[in-house]
């Protein structure tokens, strides 16, 4: 997900958060499953998925869900990784259905490191704070509250809702839910289309909404390994050839390298409306830059912002590096982890060649395992996107709204991969610096939440009818 510094918040003693402090009945019903979900570690190695999973599982079976209409999955080598999928079925069997995706696990937190326990929901000055109350417990409680509310209600859709709550989005290593599913049971999640997070909102400092965004595609995250080896020596007699420094002019040269700049469909209409919006210096550059994706001049003036730098092009950043074997000898090994981010329709192929041009004969690139599909963007479908915005102008008046191509990534690219078009749903407004995902002391309104629940129930409705 995706920057200003924090907003203070009102001095309050920080205290867990009572079920009481809801208005409405159903509100409480949804706090107590959040509180839940949030307070279940799902750090990858440290908790468990398959807990939370088992969790969704039986609230759903308590609302009348038959055990026909779950499916849990987990594979031997990853049993606290698991997930679950349910199934409202609809009344017409032509239409296809819609999937509700979401992620169980969590960014790793330590206690030492946050003012509060992170995995101990507290409120605090109009907020929730704990690991995941954003990334992406949010959206998975909403998900999973709609399911348990539809079948309590008696709502009958014509489409087909299903919901996928899965493990290891957080990882590159770890058991993934929705690249199995994918890969293994691609019936069981077949869907027209999917909603997911990525989209959201934006509120200016004082808590007051500026836009809406709904992600319509995004990059593929990618890993390389540059690596420099030498035969090394003792230090007191160096060489001209050295592992450090050669892996270093490598890393160098990848940061002064700047991949083209391209648009798709959704990146041209974001920026198009930016600059309408934006004018001025940078309105002006990035008109010109639509014109003309080579115009350097333009380029520089737009990629001061670094997110709107990000969302022009491939980028690739040195991440990790080791090196040497003892303080006084020459380093024999010497290696960089290079992250980057692949625009859409660019292979991993392409980018592990531009890699290997700018590192040099001397310093081997290897793409790393997993390799990702390549991304593909989804279409800026009016059926889709008409009733996001029909929906937020009952729920949201006169807040405008952005099509966006996430410049990090999310599970929607295994789906995608497999031809399901994958939207990151708007509604959930965040603060100016995106609330600490990922980062320390996550937090959410407790209005934005409340807020995005209201919804994105309303939205998903709209389209199961």
């Not at 239409?95 to 169980?104: I, R, S, W």
């Not at 500026?210 to 060489?239: D, M, R």
């Not at 080579?294 to 001061?304: E, G, L, T």
């Not at 290897?366 to 996001?388: C, E, F, H, S, Y």
Request: overall charge neutral; proline content about 6%.
């Amino acid at each position: 997900m995706r920057k200003v510094g924090l907003i203070a918040a009102a001095v309050m003693a920080a205290v867990p958060v009572a079920a009481g402090a809801q208005a409405r009945a159903d509100e409480k019903a949804f706090f107590d499953l959040y509180k839940e979900m949030v307070e279940t570690n799902t750090v990858a190695k440290v908790g468990s998925c398959t807990k939370a999973a088992a969790q969704v599982g039986a609230r759903l079976k308590a609302a009348g869900y038959a055990d026909g209409d779950i499916t849990y999955f987990s594979v031997p080598e990853h049993p606290q990784d698991g997930g679950i999928v349910a199934v409202l079925k609809g009344t017409d069997a032509g239409v296809k259905p819609m999937l509700l995706l979401g992620h169980l696990d969590v960014v790793e937190a330590k206690r030492a490191d946050w003012q509060r326990d992170p995995f101990t929901l507290v409120e605090e000055g109009g907020y929730y704070y704990a690991r995941g109350t954003v990334d992406d417990k949010a959206m998975s409680a909403i998900w999973a509250d709609a399911m348990v509310r539809f079948k309590q209600q008696g709502y009958r859709p014509k489409r087909t809702i299903k919901l996928a709550l899965t493990c290891g989005e957080e990882t590159t290593w770890a058991f993934n839910g929705a690249q199995w599913l994918a890969q293994n049971k691609p019936d069981l999640i077949a869907a027209e289309f999917a909603l997911n997070e990525g989209g959201g909102g934006l509120l200016d400092a004082k808590g007051r909404r500026q836009l809406l965004s709904v992600q319509v595609g995004e990059k593929a995250a990618q890993n390389y390994t540059l690596l420099a080896t030498n035969p090394g020596g003792h230090s007191s007699a160096p060489t001209p050839e050295n592992a450090i420094y050669e892996l270093a002019d490598a890393i160098k040269a990848v940061q002064g390298y700047e991949f083209p700049v391209k648009f798709t469909d959704t990146t041209r209409a974001f920026f198009a409306a930016n600059a309408r919006m934006r004018g001025g210096e940078l309105g002006g550059a990035i008109t010109r830059l639509l014109a003309d994706p080579q115009d350097k001049a333009a380029d520089a003036i737009v990629s001061r912002d670094k997110v709107m730098h990000s969302t022009l092009r491939t980028t690739c950043v040195a991440t990790l590096v080791e090196a040497g074997h003892a303080e006084n000898a020459l380093p024999q090994r010497a290696t960089a982890n290079v992250n980057c981010r692949i625009f859409p329709g660019e292979t991993v192929d392409t980018t592990l060649a531009t890699l290997k041009e700018l590192a040099g004969p001397k310093v081997t690139v290897t793409a790393n395992q997993p390799i990702r599909p390549i991304a593909v963007p989804p279409a800026l479908d009016p059926k889709i996107i008409g009733p996001m915005e029909a929906v937020a102008k009952k729920h949201f008046p006169g807040v405008p709204m952005l099509p966006t191509m996430s410049t990090g990534a999310t599970d929607g690219i295994f789906l995608e991969a497999i031809g399901i078009p994958v939207y990151g749903a708007p509604g959930t407004f965040l603060d100016p610096d995106f609330n600490g995902i990922h980062g320390l002391n996550e937090r959410i309104r407790v209005s934005s939440l409340y807020g995005a629940r209201d919804y994105l129930f309303d939205l998903v409705k709209a389209y199961a009818g």
